[in-house]
């Protein structure tokens, strides 16, 4: 069913349609080759039971790759023109499979309910929205358990990026607090239109348990937010404001185990729940 996903001339007489100009401010950039459409749907190992969720759809490219490959898919679309539009160009490339499409023409980072718990997240999520928005499915929908997202090649590098690398930061903690991302390819930006001025990335996400710790995810991410807030300091230093003095920065970070004149980019998302922990002790 090759035939069926968009390519760049049915992209561009879509937008012709709609008299769409693709927004920045929304991060609008449409995959036009099928090509890179089937390489996504086939690294995020989704299968005819999956429940999908995308955000951003679009003009509907991934979506109809998706449609091909799992039982149902759920996208989540903020523009009004391009959600109004998507059922219909299902029907008209993939009428046997439109019904298994669920629009909701919302804010991403404003849904909390979906009609079917989701099993996996597959998406080109927004260059200017994607951590956010990745981080509010984790913390929102916790029924999937791997997901593959498409981003902005620097924000692929952050994502899966481990201590003490010079990408390591605050998105790569609070990703690791929910799952395990890994970056596993890279996108050119000529399989887009209109073309962007940087690769993307392909990263992977595996879900897996939160670090054990008294500590809430809220508490743990307020010492990650310090930390990083200036990246050269010490953490006695960049913690200090959090607990009112640098003494009393030193004290949590030794009861937690950990040198005090560290630095954040060193530690991982467990060091940082045990000094969240020694922080906020009742």
Known sequence: MAGDLLDPSAVRELASQLGLRPSKQRGQNFVTDANTIRRIVAAAGVTEDDVVLEVGPGLGSLTLGLLQAVRRVIAIEIDDLLAAQLPGTAVARLPQRAAALTVINADALRVDALPEAPTAVVANLPYNVAVPVLLHLLATFDSWSRGLVMVQAEVADR????????????????????????????????????????????????????????????????????????????????????????????????????????????????????????????
């Open 159 to 282: 994502l899966a990026a481990k201590p003490g690398s010079k990408t390591y930061g605050v998105p790569s903690v609070k990703i690791a607090w929910h799952a395990a991302a890994s970056r596993i390819g890279t996108v050119p930006p000529t399989v887009f239109w209109p073309v962007p001025n940087v690769d993307s990335g392909l990263v992977t996400i595996e879900r897996r348990p939160p670090p054990e710790t008294s500590a809430t995810r809220d508490q743990v991410f307020a010492v990650v937010d310090a930390a990083f807030a200036q990246r050269r300091k010490m953490l006695r230093s960049a913690l200090a404001g959090l607990v009112g003095s640098s003494a009393a920065a030193s004290a949590a970070v030794t009861a937690a185990g950990l040198d005090p004149k560290a630095r954040g980019e060193t530690l991982d998302v467990t060091d940082f729940a045990g000094i969240a922990e020694q922080i906020f002790r009742p």
